[in-house]
C-alpha cells in the first residue's frame, strides 16, 4: 500500500491508546457477563445485551447484534464463550459496513468542487473550533491550500481560538470584530478563499446563542449567503457531536438532522472516557456518515473513522 497506507502503526496507536478507556469498560463488563460459563447460551446473551446497553452503543443497534448474535450460535451450535469477543467483533463490524457508505480515504477533497465549503456545526463545548484547527491542518498536509473563517462572531475568545489554531497551522483566516454579522464574515471568507483559489474553506459557527430556534436561524443565513459566492455551498455540513456525553450526542444529532441538512458527523473527545460505544450507535442509525473521530487535544489527533478498524481496535484483534 505504500505511501497510500492511509492506517499508519502512529495511527493506530493513537487509536487503540484514545479507546482504551472504552475498551477497558467494555472487557470489563463482558469478563463479569460470562464469568462461570462455558458456552453462550441465553443467560450470556441477556447479559451482554446489558453490556453493550451500558456501553452506550444505543438500545436498538445494541438489539441488532444480539440477534445476529444469537443467529450465529443457533447455526453454530456450541459456541463457547471464549469465542464471544471474536464474535462480537466480527458481527459488529459486519453491521456497520453492510449497505453503508463507504469508509473516507484519509483527508480527502473531491476535485470538482473548489472553493469545498466546510460548514462546521454542534452545540457550544462540543470542539467544533478544535476539530477545524486539525482538520485544516490535515488538508494542509495533504497540499491543500486551506481558508478558515472565523463566524463564530458570539464570543471574542471564539475568534482568537481560531486565530491561534490559523497560525498553529499556518493557514489564513477571515475574521471580523466580535458581534459581527457572522453570515457577513462567510460571505467575506468564502468570497476571499475563492479570489484566492482556495481547494477547501472550513466555517466556525456558534454553538450557543440566546435560543435554538435563534441558532438554527442564524445556521440558515450563513447558508444562504453563502451560495452567492459559491452557488452550490456549503457542500459539507459537519456536526461536531461530543462523544464523552454518550447518549446525549445522539439525542443532538437527532435534533440537529431535523432541523439542517447536516451530511457529515464527527464525534470528538473519544479519548478519556469509556463511552466509545455511542459512535458504533450513532454509525448504525443515522444514514449520515460518521467522517472523523476526535482523538485527543493534539493537532495530530483526529482521525478518519474507518469501521473495521474502529471494532478491531475496540475489541482486539
Ligand atoms: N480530549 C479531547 N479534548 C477535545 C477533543 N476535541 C476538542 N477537545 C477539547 O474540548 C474543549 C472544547 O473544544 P472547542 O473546540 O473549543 O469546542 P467548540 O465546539 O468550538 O466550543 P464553542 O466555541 O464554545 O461552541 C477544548 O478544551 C478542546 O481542547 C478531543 O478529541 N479530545
Ligand atoms: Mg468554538
Known amino acids: ?54 456501553s452506550d452503543v444505543g438500545v436498538e443497534t445494541t438489539l441488532k447484534i444480539i440477534d445476529r448474535i444469537e443467529k450465529r450460535v443457533e447455526r453454530d451450535k456450541y459456541v463457547t464463550t471464549s469465542e464471544l469477543t471474536g464474535i462480537l467483533r466480527d458481527e ?43 482538520l485544516a491542518y490535515q488538508f494542509k498536509k495533504a497540499g491543500k491550500k486551506v481558508y478558515l473563517g472565523a463566524a463564530d462572531t458570539f464570543r471574542a475568545a471564539a475568534v482568537e481560538q481560531l486565530v491561534i489554531w490559523s497560525e498553529r497551522v499556518g493557514v489564513p483566516i477571515v475574521k471580523q470584530k466580535m458581534g459581527s454579522d457572522p453570515a457577513s464574515v462567510a460571505f467575506d471568507a468564502l468570497s476571499s478563499a475563492k479570489a484566492n483559489d482556495a481547494d477547501v474553506v472550513i466555517i466556525d459557527t456558534a454553538g450557543r446563542l440566546h435560543n435554538k430556534i435563534n441558532l438554527m436561524n442564524e445556521l440558515t443565513k450563513i447558508k444562504n449567503v453563502m451560495k452567492k459566492v459559491v452557488p452550490d455551498a456549503p457542500h459539507e455540513i459537519l456536526l461536531v457531536l461530543d462523544g464523552s456525553t454518550g447518549q446525549n450526542a445522539f439525542e443532538q444529532a437527532k435534533q440537529f438532522t431535523a ?22 450507535g450513532i454509525s448504525d442509525q443515522f444514514k449520515i456518515p460518521v467522517k472523523y473521530i476526535g482523538l485527543g487535544e ?12 474502529f471494532v478491531n481496535s475496540l475489541f482486539g484483534e
Open 92 to 134: 459488529i463490524a459486519n453491521l456497520l459496513t453492510e449497505n453503508k457508505t463507504e469508509d473516507g480515504e484519509g483527508f480527502a477533497l473531491p476535485e470538482d468542487k473548489k472553493p469545498y465549503v466546510i460548514m462546521v456545526v454542534g452545540v457550544n463545548g462540543v470542539g467544533k473550533t478544535t476539530t477545524i484547527g486539525k
Open 1 to 54: 500500500m505504500g505511501i497510500f497506507s492511509f492506517f499508519s502503526k502512529e495511527k493506530k496507536e493513537t487509536l487503540d491508546k484514545g479507546l482504551s478507556k472504552t475498551k477497558e469498560n467494555v472487557f470489563t463488563k463482558i469478563t463479569r457477563a460470562i464469568a462461570g460459563k462455558s458456552k453462550v447460551d441465553d443467560a450470556v446473551l441477556d447479559n451482554l445485551e446489558e453490556v453493550l446497553i451500558t
Open 259 to 280: 432541523a439542517t441538512e447536516v451530511n457529515a458527523l464527527a464525534v470528538t473527545k473519544l479519548d478519556g472516557t469509556a463511552k466509545g460505544g455511542v459512535v458504533i
Open 298 to 309: 493534539g493537532i495530530e489527533d483526529l482521525q478518519v473513522f474507518r469501521k473495521r478498524e
